[in-house]
């Protein structure tokens, strides 16, 4: 088991007998000490130092510990790094402007061994807390696509059961042939290719702004509209040309896929349980494109005759005709979109 390593704390104060003394006792404490004698001078130490607290005193020539604060706050580097005030000043103006300039806390003068290292201890553990949270965020964004991850930590949208009605482009998309891969390759070669193959499909989703619904072994499912949308045609426009990327992309890596393509009204949002929910969509919407991608053809995008008329001039299309999809009543008239080269 590793020892913890101990954290790093720069102490900016331009009296010396004042330095020693905090110094001695957050070493006694196990901390790790830096000291400067001047603002700049703490600020340069602390891009090399990196630490985890400042204690700041806020009399000193030159730059006073509010211009030095302010100076952390504009740095990208040190901007996170707590940053308590050493102040012999109880006047609430002085406390005040501490804070507004970005100080979470401060000591008063003359120091009291046991309290300094109380308020040090709880704004190391504060600021642990805070990276671990924001360790964690960045690994269930993994599970989520950009947009909505981005707006559940905004606060937009909240994480509950509810759903709404929306116009939507549904995309749908298979590899030719996956299953004689899967046949002919081993488990952790089959793993490794597609891997690669879906980590391609989703940045290029990203990059369209398409919100990458979920992967269904091979198959990829996208949809444009929500949670941010730029209308039903651009929406529409946006999942065509991704559509062609992901062809051109499959073509790279020594594949094709299949892919299907329609608009239309669906229900999105939260569906599941109170302790498990999936974002999603569903309606016939939903269905006719998984239809379409099953009776599309390799290399090539079938869409519908309703997201053609959304796509507006600059997207050639070559009619196919109404087509018979399982469990869908009615034929659908579709046309085959265009790949530039």
């Known amino acids: 088991m590793s020892t913890p390593v101990p954290a790093r704390i720069l102490v900016i104060d331009d009296t010396a007998e004042n330095l020693q003394v905090v110094a001695t006792i957050l070493q006694a404490a196990g901390y790790r000490v830096h000291v400067a004698r001047s603002g700049r ?35 990208p580097d ?17 406390v005040v402007k501490g804070f507004e300039v970005g100080a979470v806390d401060y000591v008063t003068k003359p120091f009291h061994a046991a309290e300094l290292l109380s308020r ?12 671990k949270l924001g360790r964690l965020a960045t690994q269930l964004a993994r ?10 930590f905004s606060g937009e949208r ?74 039903p045609d651009e929406d529409a426009r946006r999942c065509l040309r991704m559509a062609r990327d992901m062809v051109r992309a499959a073509r790279d890596l020594g594949t094709c896929i299949r892919v299907g393509i329609h608009s239309g009204e669906c229900v999105v949002g939260n569906f599941g349980s109170e302790v498990q929910l999936n974002y999603t969509i569903i309606g016939t919407v939903v269905n006719v494109a998984a239809r379409l ?26 009619p196919n005709g109404p087509v018979e999809l399982r469990g869908i009543a009615h034929p659908i008239p579709t046309l085959w979109a265009e790949i530039p080269p």
Not at 53 to 63: A, K, R, T
């Open 41 to 75: 001078q703490g600020i340069d130490l602390a891009g090399r130092a990196q630490p985890d607290l400042v204690l700041l005193d806020v009399v000193m020539p030159d730059l006073d510990g509010f211009a030095t604060c302010r100076a952390f706050q504009a740095h």
């Open 78 to 94: 040190l901007r996170d790094i707590p940053i308590i005030f050493l102040t012999a000043n109880r006047e609430s103006e002085d």
């Open 120 to 131: 040090v201890n709880t704004h190391l553990q504060l600021r642990a807390a805070r990276e």
């Open 143 to 152: 599970y989520l696509s950009p947009q909505v991850h981005a707006a559940i």
């Open 158 to 231: 909240a994480v509950r059961r509810e759903t709404r009605r929306r116009y939507l482009t549904v995309f749908f998309s298979d590899i030719v042939g996956f299953t004689a891969r899967t046949e002919a390759t081993g488990d952790a070669e089959l793993a490794a290719w597609l891997n690669d193959y879906l980590d391609r499909m989703a940045q290029i989703a990203q990059r369209h702004r398409g919100t990458l619904d979920k992967f269904i072994g091979d198959s990829v499912m996208v949809f444009f509209g929500d949670p941010d949308s730029s209308g």
């Open 293 to 318: 991608q099953t009776a599309s053809q390799p290399d090539r995008i079938l869409i519908t005759e309703t997201t053609r008329s959304l796509l507006g001039p600059g997207f050639p299309c070559t």
